[in-house]
């Protein structure tokens, strides 16, 4: 069976920043793409990062680019989200997922497996 569990999520102040991470378990981890997602309030959920199985690309939403970075240790089954300079709009719940596409606009329809989603608060 397939988990992904998030951590590493809370209440941050603008400016400030958080690292989140997905540990997997159940599949071969270092075969698979991994993505960060998020659902602000009351919308819909949005693709954040993707990082291919590779480790070697990555895709990012415009509006955290050059804020947010992907990463993946294979040896540990985690994968992980650094935010830095976090604004209020940042503010969601935020899903890992492991899929087997990896894209350079990331597709939740990818994504076969996904976590349980930890918060992500950003006050002004």
């Known amino acids: 069976q397939v988990q992904l569990v998030e951590s590493g999520g809370g209440l941050v102040q603008a400016g400030g920043s958080l690292r989140l991470s997905c540990a997997a378990s159940?599949?071969?981890?270092?075969?698979?793409?991994m993505g960060w997602f998020r659902q602000p309030p009351g919308k819909e959920r949005e693709p954040v990062a993707a990082?291919?199985?590779?480790?070697?690309?990555?895709a990012y939403a415009d509006s955290v680019k050059g804020r947010f970075t992907i990463s993946r240790d294979d040896a540990e089954n985690t994968v992980y989200l650094q935010m830095n300079s976090l604004k209020p709009e940042d503010t969601a719940v935020y899903y890992c997922?492991?899929?087997?596409?990896?894209?350079?606009?990331?597709?939740?329809?990818?994504?076969?497996?996904w976590g349980q989603g930890t918060q992500v608060t950003v006050s002004s």
């Open positions: 997922a492991s899929g087997y596409r990896y894209s350079s606009v990331p597709n939740s329809d990818d994504y076969d497996y």
């Open positions: 159940g599949r071969t981890f270092s075969r698979w793409a």
């Open positions: 990082i291919r199985w590779s480790g070697d690309r990555t």
